[in-house]
């Protein structure tokens, strides 16, 4: 992020164009330079304010189970075709388990059976994506926060990085390689903190179907709907992004969106 004083006009002209780009879903985007400087100017200009003004613990509205949507929509990916997954998906994920690595002192290997049997969070929350729709559900999962003592956390550790199953379609456009273009997104020790910020197994009362991310998912309550990611294999502790994949934190971002995509 950096201190780029940021004008209205380049603002709303950065966000119509991001929002052209994203009518037809989180598919392919690209961003001349002139837009991707602007939006980078935007991310940190909203990063401070909601620090600032907003504050790191404060909620996110909840709702009550009336509110819950009649359907509630998956987009993104939606059916991961990877071998190792689908193995995995066709053993109701016995066999799965996620990994806890990077700047830790302890890593760990946890099964499914194991979270469930962790401390809980419920929350009925709106989810709000990017192509402009929104929907509210129910997420019941294990806090970020609880993993992330049980790992103990070094101190030179800044970001939460989630490794995931799902590889998307990249056209050649920036990596040939199938592995630098699977699924990941970051966040920083704030947000990891955030008692809203969990890794949900259930929605609405029932294990989280492939679509929307089986069998464990990211639920950040205060960002925008591509942080949250799905299919979650791996969480890695890290100083910076600087080796990671595009160097921006996270598959989008990459692409151009914003790291920071508070609400």
Known sequence: MRGNRLYRRDLLKA??????????????????????????AANGLTYRAQRLLIGADRLAPEYGEADISPVFRANG?????????RDLAGNQFTDWRLKVDGLVEQELSLSLEELRALPARTQITRHDC????????????????EILSRASVRPEARFVVFHCADALDDGGGFWVDPESIRYYESIDLIDAAHPQTILAYDMNDKPLTVP???????????QLGYKMAKYLMRIELVRSFADLHG??????????????AGI
């Not at 402009?132 to 129910?138: D, F, H, L, Q, V």
């Not at 929307?212 to 205060?222: D, I, M, S, T, Y």
């Not at 598959?251 to 151009?256: A, F, I, L, P």
């Open 15 to 40: 966000l119509a164009a991001l929002g052209g780009l994203a009518v037809s879903g989180c598919d392919r985007l690209s961003i001349e330079r002139h837009t991707r400087s602007v939006l980078d």
């Open 77 to 85: 990916s939606t059916d991961p075709q990877d071998e190792a997954y």
């Open 130 to 145: 990017v192509e402009g729709w929104s929907g509210i559900g129910k997420w019941t999962g294990v806090p970020l926060s």
């Open 212 to 222: 929307h991310g089986a069998p464990l998912r990211l639920r950040l309550e205060r």
């Open 247 to 260: 160097g921006r934190g996270g598959y989008w971002e990459d692409r151009g969106y914003e790291w920071y």
